[in-house]
């Protein structure tokens, strides 16, 4: 039986099945064989949920020969990275909240394995490392866990050990990287976090002041003054000063070795 959930959850942009590789690689490293092999590590992929609609909105668009279009690829960017962040926000205020939805269910799923992996305990401890809007989805999730509503609210008065378990009451670690929450709540009056699932739990944040979509979260709210806030400088020397940096945190030492001082920690403890 495994001992421990690492769960990753990628961010915005063109799908990349893989996006975890990097991590998985230097983490194998550094835990050792054995320290590994008692982890069930499961990713997230919510991006197939847009992919598909953005692709056919841009060959529309291309192809139409009514429009002129200039610099596709800048475009390309904005409208795979960026959709991705408002389609997900536009979902979630609509009617049917389809693809916010979707998007949690493919969370629950993940989880739903990493439980069996773990033999259906619902005590054994869950890691999180989440990136860019990676952050506002797993948020959004944990919001609604707490408050029992969309995804969740077909579990009310069912307290299965299972159902703790996608509700992430055993998460004691949640990691954040280039983390673009305040864009999306920025221009609210009140701005809350979600409540801690446990007494237990604990949120690192790390961002590169170069990262101009990275962003340290405590100042949001008296509710997020728990959160660890990190200062880095992530990338190489190509792209440590500037904002491509957002895209380096997953193979920086500066957040995997915190990272995986947390999860020897936690493998110490069972």
């Not at 490392?129 to 866990?145: E, T």
């Amino acid at each position: 039986m495994k001992e421990l959930a690492l769960v990753t959850i990628h961010g915005m942009g063109k799908h990349k099945p893989y996006y975890f590789a990097d991590l998985e690689d230097k983490l194998k490293r550094m835990l050792g064989r054995e320290n590994w092999d008692k982890i069930s590590f499961q990713n997230v992929q919510y991006a197939p949920i847009l992919q598909g609609p953005q692709n056919k909105l841009w060959n529309d668009i291309i192809r139409n020969k009514d429009n002129d279009i200039d610099a596709t690829k800048l475009r390309k960017f904005f409208l795979f990275g960026f959709g991705d962040a408002g389609s997900l926000e536009y979902s979630a205020h609509s009617k049917d909240k389809k693809e916010y939805l979707a998007v949690q269910a493919e969370i629950q799923s993940v989880l739903s394995k990493a439980y069996l992996e773990l033999g259906s305990n619902k005590k054994k401890p869950i890691i999180i490392i989440a990136q860019s809007l990676g952050c506002q989805v797993i948020s959004n999730y944990l919001w609604d866990a707490s408050k029992g509503i969309n995804i969740f609210e077909k579990m009310k008065g069912n307290n299965s050990d299972k159902n703790d378990f996608l509700k992430l009451k055993s998460l004691r670690k949640l990691v954040t990287t280039g983390c673009n929450i305040p864009l999306f709540i920025s221009g609210l009056k009140t701005r809350k976090c979600f409540k801690k699932p446990n007494t237990k739990f604990e949120w690192d944040n790390f961002y590169d002041p170069d990262d101009v979509l990275g962003w340290p979260l405590r100042q949001l709210d008296k509710t997020f003054e728990f959160i660890n806030d990190y200062d880095i400088n992530a990338g190489g020397l190509l792209t440590s000063w500037n904002p491509l940096s957002h895209g380096q945190y997953w193979s920086d030492n500066s957040v995997l070795r915190p990272l995986s001082q947390s999860i020897l920690f936690l493998l110490d403890q069972k």
